[in-house]
């Protein structure tokens, strides 16, 4: 079973530019989650998705942040503009009906000059 | 507030010998408790996950235990590898949410 695919797995930007993550969830997972991991500390999510709605994204900063998953599949994370802060891992997982486990990609590594 | 603290942040221990992590949780309601293992540079994979009603559960030399009275978890690492060096992060499922421990990052030493 393939796992949890994102791209890119490493960006380098200067701060006041956009970037983007793609990810691609184990097939048939219905719910997806973004997470931001900064250096040294646990997953903080930032919105999560079931199918193409969103269920939850009370600590996305909208202001700069922005997801989508249009078609209940694949999901797209934007930042714009970066900010120094924003320096830190940038984590998808999904989730099967079951509920049980979650399934983490490797992970976009973000830093930010 | 939910919460889950674990401790200790780090540690280093020889190869060989065995380790115990801790994890206490304010979560509720509770709905069951995760032990991710994360490669410095990966991301989390689950190492154990258990429901109120289970009190240990085994994956290899990973034994997790959880006391749902107290809100106590432990991850206790047996006759470590080189391997075993990671982050290891404990993570308590409410009704909708999840709450993530900021994780013990374990060093193993020749």
């Known amino acids: 079973e393939a796992g949890v695919a994102q791209s890119p797995r490493y960006k380098i930007i200067e701060k006041r530019q956009s970037v983007a993550f793609w990810c691609n969830p184990i097939s048939g997972h219905a719910t997806l989650y973004w997470y931001q991991q900064i250096l040294g500390q646990g997953p903080k999510l930032l919105i999560q998705f079931q199918n193409n709605g969103v269920v939850d994204d009370s600590q996305l900063p909208k202001d700069r942040f922005s997801a989508e998953r249009l078609k209940g599949v694949d999901s797209t994370l934007k930042i714009q503009p970066a900010k120094l802060e924003d320096s830190a891992v940038y984590l998808c997982a999904s989730v099967g009906y079951s509920g049980n486990t979650i399934y983490f990609g490797e992970g976009s590594w973000l830093t930010v000059v | 507030k939910n919460q889950v603290e674990q401790s200790p942040q780090s540690l280093i221990i020889l190869e060989g010998k065995n380790c115990t992590l801790q994890c206490n949780y304010t979560v509720s309601p509770f709905s069951n408790l995760r032990w991710y293992k994360q490669d410095t540079g990966r991301g989390p994979v689950s190492l154990t996950i258990m429901t109120f009603s289970e009190n240990t559960k085994s994956n290899g030399r990973y034994t997790a235990t959880l006391d749902a009275d107290t809100k106590q978890s432990s991850l206790h690492i047996t006759a470590s590898q080189l391997s075993d060096s990671a982050s290891y992060i404990c993570?308590?499922?409410?009704?909708?949410?999840?709450?993530f421990g900021k994780g013990t990052m374990l060093l193993v030493s020749p």
């Open positions: 993570v308590v499922s409410g009704y909708s949410t999840l709450t």
